[in-house]
């Protein structure tokens, strides 16, 4: 698998992803997508957009603000309680997060062969991450387990601190206390506070879901590992609401449809794996995270969460409406327990890219060169098809064209006629784009051209009115 970098200097080289406001050095964790990762993006979205909502009848959308009336906020616990456990090495005033350096200890001698040690400091991590206290337990199993820190090496910390990672602003003119408001660290709450609105207006029964697609910002402490963790990111989620009792059964059906969405979009099935979580949060009942093998190792792309009733209720009594749903089967009136899936829109790119990647010998007459390629699903590549005339005379650019427009109509096409045809080849490996598409002499013969596939290098000779529907096929497959 390639690393990180290479991947980083890919994603830049040809469009994919920039620094933020780079001309000015950048802005940490902040990413701009470039022409290319935007289509990347649009589709992944388009997909779980369709998976989620358009294929189910009961599962609606909604696009909520990403400012909403500060209460929210308390209700939810975000303003008390979202926090992760800091501390800083004093020698070298670098702040890391108390729960990932042992992590990485754990890690580490796990990669020395030293398991029942690894096991040993797992288990007082599990027990810190539960103590009354997390923050000071966290920060014993530092001192007792002598953890270095990465960069300088040195064991001289900070005692651990909880730092809460909601942005806040402002709201009109006068400064006060009262005009506190925050940047929303998550879409969930949009959908819980519209539950019952949405139901009546859409007029739907338990159960049912609400989807949304939607930015989220975390002021998170350590974020070194580029779009994978962010500090202005965009999340899919989806909350579904059920009758108390019957939670568990959502639960499995749709950590069943998640990783198969995951599978679907090609992501290969020995990277992904179920990870339950260490601690549940004190309102959950089941949570668990579907992760993927990153180049820096196995991180969580997904979560799957059975939350109780404890959203509702929160914004029951916080906002002193009533929010119980009148069940008209069983006449029963009841708050519903939600179970929700919530993915990184960004994360899931990153596993996109590092999933796709690869490099391979290939033999081109007697010469053996390295191809870059991203092997993307083809519904999700940013081009589904490259155009090219073999060269740029004699009628060639002007039937190239002409295709090109008909599959503009349904595609993201792009068009080369620069260079030789073998490097206009490996210029679209390198991007991904599943099929290039060749007009030559006998197409103005015959009315034929080549379609080549990225993968194999094979090339079909096809009437050109049929190549819309060749891709069409090869697309939905
Ligand atoms: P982590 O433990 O990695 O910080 P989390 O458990 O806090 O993640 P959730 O609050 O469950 O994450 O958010 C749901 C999803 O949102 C995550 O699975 C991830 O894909 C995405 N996500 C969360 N934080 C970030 C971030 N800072 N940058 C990019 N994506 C994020």
Known sequence: MAD???????????GFLYPSSEIYGGLGAVYDYGPLGVELKRNVRERWWNAMVREHDNVVGLDAAILMHPTVWKASGHVDAFSDPMIDDKASKRRYRADQLIEGHVDKLRAKGKDDEADAVYGRFVAALNADDPASALGQVIQDEEIKSPDSGAFDWTDVRQFNLMFETRVGAVAGEDDRIYLRPETAQGIFVHFKTVAETARQQVPFGIAQIGKAFRNEIVARQFIFRMREFEQMEMQYFVKPGEQM????????????WHRANGIRPEKLRWHEHEKLAHYADAAQDVQYEYPFGWNEVEGVHSRTDYDLSRHQEFSGKKLEYFDPQTQERYLPYVVETSVGLDRTILMVLCDAYAEEEVTNGDKTETRTVLRFHPALAPFTAAVFPLVKKGGMP??????????RRQFNVTYDEKGAVGRRYRRQD????????????????DGTVTVRDRDSMEQDRIPAENVRRYIEDKVDA
């Open 398 to 407: 002007e039937a190239a064209h002409k295709i090109e427009a008909d599959l």
């Open 249 to 260: 059964e959502a639960y499995e059906a749709w950590s069943e449809r998640r990783m198969a």
């Open 4 to 14: 990180l970098d290479t991947i980083v200097s890919l994603a830049k080289r040809r």
């Open 430 to 445: 390198e991007v991904g784009t599943p099929f290039a598409i060749t007009v030559d002499g006998d197409t103005l013969e």
